[in-house]
């Protein structure tokens, strides 16, 4: 009899960096994406809130709502079967403080039953992490640039040293089972994840991480985006929009021109 596998621990994340085996991961937002990044091996999905500029059509990632994370992540989690799912809690619950962030975590998961949730920001954020680690909950933390402070920071590279090593470490000691570092210079990301006891994971963060995340829609050129709009960090391993974009032209051809359906893709009068 086929056993079904199990779902990858937090414990397992931290061996890997142990081992030096490398993590890999990538967003997901919905059922089929999600069951393709599992069978490939994926070890972490998260349900990021860049749904809301992938997905969603929206200019920033402020506009994601709370039931909007449970609607996609309960899909994801239905899906997977061994890589560890990660809800990203949505602006601004964690910035409302450790209780407003605990009720929202606890309903993420209780709805959903993700394996961990993510949390943006460094040491501002330390209570809240600790807090919501406490009731139970497994969090990723996420420093660097901070897309949920767009309008305070903006968005650029990270190159200050003194402060990355403050936030991560702020974050691991809170209780973080791993941290993202986004968009942080290469050699700054590499110390960094040197000095921490648990994995970093990287995006625009070099190769010195302990793993790496990308975007769904960025590695398969989903987002319909032209070469100059791609980000810098992203690799484009296959070009689902040209295909796509291909096929869709195709059977508007077909259709005006008659060419589809054909007899074999409809009924005829039973036998
Ligand atoms: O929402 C997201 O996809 C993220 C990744 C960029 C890490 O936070």
Do not use: W
Not at 78 to 101: H, I, K, N, S, W
Not at 161 to 181: N, S
């Amino acid at each position: 009899m086929a056993t079904k596998k199990s779902a990858l621990s937090v414990a397992r994340i931290l061996k890997m960096k142990e081992t030096g085996e490398k993590i890999a991961m990538v967003t997901a937002y919905d059922y089929p994406t999600a069951r393709m990044a599992d069978a490939a091996g994926i070890d972490m999905i998260l349900v990021g809130d860049s749904v809301a500029s992938v997905v969603q059509g929206r200019p920033t990632t402020l506009g994601v709502r709370l039931e909007d994370t449970i609607y996609h992540t309960e899909m994801v989690q239905r899906a997977v079967t061994r890589a560890l799912v990660v809800a990203d809690v949505p602006f601004p619950y964690c910035q409302l403080g450790p209780m407003e962030a605990v009720r929202a975590c606890a309903r993420v998961v209780k709805e959903t039953n993700a394996g961990a949730v993510k949390i943006e920001g460094g040491v501002k954020r330390a209570e809240t992490v600790r807090a919501v680690v406490d009731a139970g909950i497994p969090v990723l933390g996420h420093c660097g640039l901070a897309p949920q402070s767009v309008k305070a920071e903006g968005y650029r590279v990270q190159r200050d040293l003194d402060r990355l090593l403050e936030d991560a470490t702020a974050i691991q000691d809170a209780g973080a089972f791993a941290i993202v570092l986004e968009c942080v210079q290469r050699d700054y990301a590499a110390e960094v994840t040197q000095k921490l006891r648990v994995p970093t994971i990287g995006i625009g963060a070099g190769a010195g991480c302990d793993g790496q995340i990308l975007v769904f829609h960025d590695v398969f050129n989903y987002a319909d985006g032209e070469p100059e709009e791609r980000p810098k960090h992203s690799r484009v391993y296959c070009d689902l929009h040209k295909i796509i974009d291909g096929g869709l032209r195709e059977y508007v051809a077909d259709v005006k021109e008659g060419r589809f359906p054909s007899d074999a893709e409809s009924f005829g009068p039973a036998k």
